[in-house]
């Protein structure tokens, strides 16, 4: 009896052991990607635990005193929590509805150009500002809004008959700013992606559709936006699953970091960054990484949740 | 058809409009950047010099050896890292996606996990300065966050499951092809446009990154093209402290500082605008397909 079963675990082991050596080339192949994915992802993840910590490079990181909560209290008495949250989410949601809309209705038109040729000449071009660094955006920016020599206060405004503004320091006119150059740098990429899924509506639809005399807009309400339904769905949700992240370099670059702002420019990211290279405090700024991280991983697994509600094959898992 | 005729009209106007809104900022970049430095300061930045003028570009030349070196540093960052970025993740890709391979479901979740949930910015920064000390080295531009990421992992591993035949892999096995070389002549060479996507994809988060500069640097001499750009706008003695000019010391009042400006972006951003053209397709392509996995 014991014969057997040390015999059957000798086979086993011996089955195991020609296994690993027949899938060792495939084992071998993955191994640069994980180690990568355990040093840029994995390790930070383990890592966001020093937002318990009180940070002190003299003693180190992992000598460096644990503080419980302290991190948390002092970031969520400050007023900074509130307006780097509230910035945060109501960008997010404004572009989220504003951008959704805006891309589905220019998806909708530029699929109305009969002349292919210019169809695609027209994504090719909508797409550009996608293309270019948030450091030229900003150089773009100040060639605009610059107060000395800025085409909006040298040419357009004097034009207008209206005083100078300087842009860079009053915060009022910042949300209009950051949605335009949202708004510009991004609309071409949704619009690609929505029009890739309305191209790819079956034709006879809209053959059925006219013969029994739909109007244009009819066809749109009936047949387009049903059938392109489930995309916008999937990707709405998915970006409020990212409603507590936002575009680093829209909100750091195009200002010029300018202090002035941060009442309408602050969000969690450049708060963050901030506090771990500017003047603030690397311990408020580890809690606040920490805040976004736990309230982002919520949101997506719930956004998650609804998708596979709605329709399981366009959930994520 | 009237009514088709009436939208066809009316998408064509509004696209033209678009059209204008997405170049003109470029051409008021280029048309500043040619202007006069009086006329500029008098009149403001315009899509019309009125006097036209090379000085900027004159300026920039006569001491260009920092945007040369920045340009060069811009390129081999972007070719190692590229080109590392996407064998590495190929080779990843490419066994989560063979039915046979055991750990691939424990794997495939390894790699997905990393789209959900991140550590952010500060604990990644100290993993990159405390532990594998790259502060200031050329490493730092190129491994932090770019080198690889779980959503071109994915795209990949779908474009393999999909698009190659599972009998080709296994008459190739009968054959006695190795495992690399299977992967190598065969699985790359039929994958032709998820690598080219993949890549460009790569090539472009490269060139346009200036984050990791920004983070990991504070020796000038190693920044790229980005970082130099930015340190340039929002600093206007950093034109000066880094002999861009003739006259290296301090910026006189004769230093075209507003047109420079203007010409030091153009040169950051014409390359790019040249290449378009070459790689539109692709670009428009691959957002096509990024949108159908999601």
């Known amino acids: 009896m014991a014969q057997i079963a040390t015999d059957s675990k000798a086979t086993i082991r011996g089955k195991k052991k020609r296994r690993f050596r027949k899938y060792l080339p495939l084992t071998l192949m993955v191994l640069p990607g994980l180690l990568y994915l355990l040093i840029n992802n994995y390790i930070p993840m383990i890592g966001l635990l020093i937002a318990f910590k009180e940070i002190n490079f003299a003693k180190g990181i992992l000598a460096s005193d644990w503080v419980g909560f302290k991190n948390f209290e002092y970031l969520f008495t400050t007023s900074d929590a509130y307006v780097i949250t509230r910035n945060t989410i109501l960008y997010n949601a404004l572009w989220i509805v504003l951008g959704t809309s805006l891309a589905i209705m220019l998806a909708i038109l530029l699929n109305e150009v009969r002349q292919k040729i210019f169809a695609r000449f027209y994504q090719s071009i909508i797409v550009l500002p996608h293309l270019i660094s948030i450091i030229i955006v900003a150089y773009l920016g100040y060639a605009l809004l610059s107060l000395d020599t800025g085409l909006i206060n040298k040419s357009i405004l004097p034009a207008l008959g209206l005083n100078e503004v300087n842009f860079y320091f009053e915060p009022k006119y910042w949300p209009y700013i950051l949605t335009a150059v949202h708004l510009w740098k991004g609309i071409g990429f949704s619009v690609v992606v929505y029009f890739a899924s309305i191209i790819g509506i079956d034709e006879e639809y809209y053959e059925a559709a006219r013969l029994d005399g739909a109007s244009k807009w009819q066809q749109i309400r009936s047949i387009t936006i049903p059938l392109i339904a489930p995309v916008i769905i999937m990707l709405t949700l998915l970006s409020i699953g990212r409603i507590f992240y936002s575009d680093f370099g829209l909100f750091y670059q195009v200002p010029m970091n300018s202090g002035a702002l941060y009442e309408t420019t602050n969000v969690i990211d450049t708060y963050v960054y901030r506090g771990l290279l500017g003047l603030g405090d690397i311990s408020m700024s580890a809690a606040a990484g920490f805040y976004q991280s736990i309230v982002g991983f919520a949101l997506v697994l719930t956004a998650n949740l609804i998708v596979r509600k709605l329709s399981k094959d366009n959930a994520l898992f | ?294």
């Open chain 2, 1 to 294: 058809m009237k009514e088709n005729t009436t939208w066809n009209w009316m998408a064509h106007i509004i696209y033209c409009i678009l059209v204008v809104a997405c170049l003109a900022p470029f051409l008021l970049l280029i048309s500043s950047s040619l202007t006069d430095e009086r006329e500029i300061i008098s009149n403001g930045y315009s899509f019309f010099p009125k006097v036209f003028s090379t000085e900027a570009y004159d300026y920039l030349l006569s001491g260009g050896s920092n945007i040369v070196r920045a340009y060069g540093i811009t390129a081999f960052v972007t070719i190692i890292g590229a080109g590392t970025g996407l064998l590495m993740t190929a080779l990843l890709a490419y066994p989560l996606s063979r039915d046979d391979y055991p750990a691939r479901t424990k794997l495939a979740f390894v790699v997905f996990f990393t789209l959900l949930f991140n550590g952010g910015l500060v604990p990644s920064y100290l993993v990159y300065t405390q532990i594998l000390d790259l502060k200031n080295t050329i490493w730092a531009l190129i491994l932090p966050g770019l080198l690889m990421n779980g959503f071109n992992v994915m795209l990949m591993l779908t474009f393999f499951r999909t698009s190659i035949p599972k009998a080709i892999i296994e008459s190739a096995n009968m054959d006695g092809a190795g495992e690399f070389r299977i992967f190598w002549s065969i699985i790359l060479r039929l994958s032709t446009p998820v690598l080219a996507t993949v890549g460009l994809f790569q090539t472009l988060n490269y060139w346009n990154d200036w984050m990791n500069g920004t983070i990991y640097l504070t020796d000038t001499s190693l920044y790229g093209v980005q970082n130099l750009l930015n340190r340039i706008l929002s600093d206007a003695q950093f034109l000066a402290s880094n002999s861009f000019g003739a006259n290296t010391s301090t910026l006189t009042t004769s230093t075209p500082l507003e047109t420079v400006k203007m010409a030091i972006a153009v040169i950051g951003v014409i390359p790019i605008l040249i290449a378009y053209p070459f790689f539109q397709k692709y670009f428009v392509k691959g957002i096509a397909l990024g949108a159908v996995k999601g």
